[in-house]
């Protein structure tokens, strides 16, 4: 009962994050909203930043959690393309399009399905700016750095984790345009998402080592 009631608290403060903001956030609005006797989110959670703190854990947990399902279920996770950037039966790299189709659709997964967990991530990225290792554990709990550089060593970019670094700004902005930017509740679009990583990922998979990046 104890693990089930901190996983309802913790999905409740980031549903309350998501559509009251950050500055929501006590123990008391949780107790209410979740319609928990007075003081269980503090029994829990003693402080604040316990919350904060599990609430990262959290998104971070649900993140691999997802990683680990895409695996048996699908190739559409990024991180699982990664790990697959090389055709099985040619041993060729594979297609920077399709790469790209397949985190576009991983995108959209996430802005329909996870759309409170990236707005409460978003805020609380922000909130513990002057907290260096729980901002990087929040800057972490989407898209995987380490992953992200096999891929491009795959494709044989030139320098696969600066290349990286690039391709999670680019997942970055291209999340944050769906969920808060201009585009924030316009339709879907797989094949829009698309276009800009594979812009990138084409790039770099003809900029090899030494070479100038031409067509």
Known sequence: MSTDRRVQIVAGA???IATRGIRALTHRALDAQLAL???STSYYFRTR???I???ADGITARSRADFVAAQYESTTHPEYRTEVARDEATGQPMD???VAHDIATWIDHLLTHRRNDLIARHALIIEVLSDPELHARLAGSLFSLDRATGLFEALGAADPRESAHDLLALLEGLVFDRFAGLRAGAAGDVDQLARPLAELLT????CQPGQPNSE
Request: overall charge negative; hydrophobic content about 35%.
């Open 203 to 206: 790039s770099e998979r003809n």
């Open 96 to 98: 920077p399009v399709r």
């Open 37 to 39: 006797p007075s003081g």
């Open 14 to 16: 980031v549903d309350l």
């Open 53 to 55: 703190e599990a609430v």
């Open 49 to 51: 930043q316990a919350l």
